[in-house]
C-alpha cells in the first residue's frame, strides 16, 4: 500500500515569507507526528495529532510554528515569518497507534526547507 | 528524560562483512522501546527493527539483529552479510510517552555506514 507522503519535496524561501509543508498519512492511521531534522543530527519532535486534536504540541519551537488536521488525515505543518534558523528537513511519520509497546512510526520522505 | 547516545560517527565496511553499530539510552522507565531507523541519501526514514525492555530475546529481522543487553543499557544494531545498499545512515532512537499519549522518538546523532565493494 501507499506509504506516509510529504509535499513539496523541497522549498525555498525568503527570510518573513510564510510556508505551508503538507503530510499525507498512511490510510487508517489515527497518529500523526511531525520532526524536525537539521543537518547532521536526529529528528526531534515537534507536535503529535491523534485524529484531529494536536494532543502534544510540545516541541514546536515558538509560536511561529503551527500545524492542522481538520478531518484526521492529511496534516499541514505552518510556518509564519520564517527565519533562516529554521532551514532542515521537515518529516512526518503516522502510526495505528493501538497503544502496544509495539506502536510503529512509518515516516515519509520529508520536506526540506531552506530559508534565504 | 530518554536519552540515546550513538558514538560512532561514521563506520567503514567492506562488502558481505558483518558490521555492528553501537547505541546506548539512558533512562528512568522500567518499561520501554527501542527501534533502529536507516535514513539512506533520498532522506525516508525506514524502519529495521525493535526491541521491547521485557523481551526475552533479542530481536531478529532478516539480515539485521539487535543485541540487546539491558543491564549495560544497550541495544546494538548487527547487519549480517553487508550489501552495498545497506549504505546509509543509521539511527536508534527510544520511544518517550508523554502525559498526552504521544508516542514520541528519541533520536540519537546517527552512525553514517559505507559498505566498500
Known amino acids: 500500500g501507499a506509504g506516509v507522503s510529504q509535499t513539496p519535496s523541497n522549498k525555498v524561501t525568503e527570510k518573513g515569507k510564510y510556508v505551508e509543508l503538507r503530510c499525507d498519512p498512511i490510510s487508517g492511521h489515527t497518529a500523526l507526528y511531525w520532526y524536525r531534522q537539521s543537518l547532521g543530527q536526529g529528528p526531534e519532535f515537534l507536535i503529535y495529532f491523534q485524529g484531529t486534536g494536536a494532543a502534544d504540541d510540545s516541541g514546536l519551537p515558538n509560536d511561529r510554528f503551527f500545524a492542522v488536521r481538520p478531518e484526521g488525515s492529511v496534516s499541514t505543518l505552518k510556518i509564519q515569518r520564517t527565519e533562516r534558523g529554521d532551514s532542515a528537513v521537515y518529516l512526518c511519520a503516522s502510526s495505528l497507534y493501538t497503544g502496544g509497546l509495539t506502536d510503529t512510526q512509518y515516516f515519509g520522505p520529508g520536506t526540506r526547507l531552506t530559508v534565504l | 528524560a530518554q536519552k540515546i547516545t550513538q558514538t560512532q560517527p561514521g563506520m567503514f565496511v567492506q562488502e558481505k562483512e558483518a558490521v555492528t553499530l553501537d547505541c546506548t539510552y539512558d533512562?528512568?522507565?522500567?518499561?520501554?522501546?527501542l527501534f533502529w531507523y536507516k535514513q539512506p541519501s533520498s532522506g525516508e526514514m525506514i524502519f529495521l527493527i525493535y526491541?521491547?525492555?521485557?523481551?526475552?530475546q533479542n530481536a531478529t529481522e532478516g539480515r539485521y539483529s539487535l543485541n540487546f543487553q539491558k543491564a549495560r543499557k544497550s541495544a546494538n544494531l548487527v547487519i549480517s552479510a553487508s550489501q552495498l545498499g545497506d549504505s546509509a545512515m543509521y539511527f536508534c532512537?527510544?520511544?518517550?510517552?508523554?502525559?498526552?499519549?504521544?508516542?514520541?522518538?528519541?533520536f540519537g546523532q546517527g552512525t553514517r555506514l559505507t559498505i566498500n565493494p
Open positions: 532512537a527510544m520511544r518517550e510517552v508523554s502525559i498526552q499519549g504521544a508516542q514520541k522518538l528519541v
Open positions: 526491541q521491547g525492555s521485557y523481551d526475552e
Open positions: 533512562t528512568s522507565d522500567q518499561s520501554y522501546g
